[in-house]
């Protein structure tokens, strides 16, 4: 039984010891792509995985020299020995590769996005590019430029092979109309407004044809009135013309 338990022991160690080595020579979540690139090796995905839409994400991209990227379990700064992080980093990065590549990401027929490319602070070999998919679906990435004088033209699609497609968050509870999401609200809100606008709009209009009607209709019977008042005054005798005539 002693043996046995040995035995069992000796496993589950070398069981352990496999995991975490695949988890240095790996480093990446499984739902990228990889992809051989002239004499350097891409892997291509959403940072954040699986991503949904209406969340900010970004591009996650790890650029290795050779045919596979190996990991080591420390890293130094540039500045003497001092290690910066203890877990598993590229031991054959490709470094500076912010400076020369562009990126752009297109949904459907829509025109693309332009994101500028940044390199991840300490951690050499990998970069990233914010923006928030605003739509569930399918996603490519365009990346090109040149590096290390090489010239540089990848698409990358999302998909079932590559890496995640944008889906939709999961909500709950069920919304309503009262519960809408702020999207959708300031939509309704922003429509609210503009019926308001052009309600007060009408209305300011019709004010003003009403007050010109009466403007109107009052210089009218001003100048009816005159003439009448005119004769009046004319046909009145002066006190100077009765006195003859009674004289």
Known sequence: MAFVARLMRTGALALGLALVCLLLTTGVATAHERRHVGPYTFIVGFLNEPAYAQQQNSLDLTICKGNDCTYTTSQQNGMGNMSMSSGPTLANPVVGAEKTLKFEVRFGSAGPLSVPIQ?????????????????????????????????????????????????????????????????????????????????????????????????????????????????????????????????
């Open 119 to 247: 390199a991840r602070w300490g951690q050499p070999g990998k970069y990233v590019a914010y923006f928030m998919p605003s739509r569930p679906g399918t996603y490519t990435f365009h990346i090109f430029g040149t590096l290390e004088g090489l010239k540089i033209d990848e698409t990358f699609t999302s998909g079932p092979n590559t890496f995640s497609d944008v889906k939709v968050i999961p909500t709950y509870p069920a919304q309503t109309s009262s519960t809408a999401t702020p999207a959708a609200a300031s939509t309704d809100q922003l429509g609210a407004v503009e019926s308001r606008a052009t309600l007060a709009t009408g209305l300011g209009v019709a004010g003003t044809l009403l007050g010109l009607g009466g403007l109107l209709f009052a210089l009218l019977a001003w100048r009816r009135a005159v003439p009448s008042v005119s004769a009046g005054r004319s046909g009145e005798a002066s006190p100077a013309v009765e006195e003859r005539l009674r004289g």
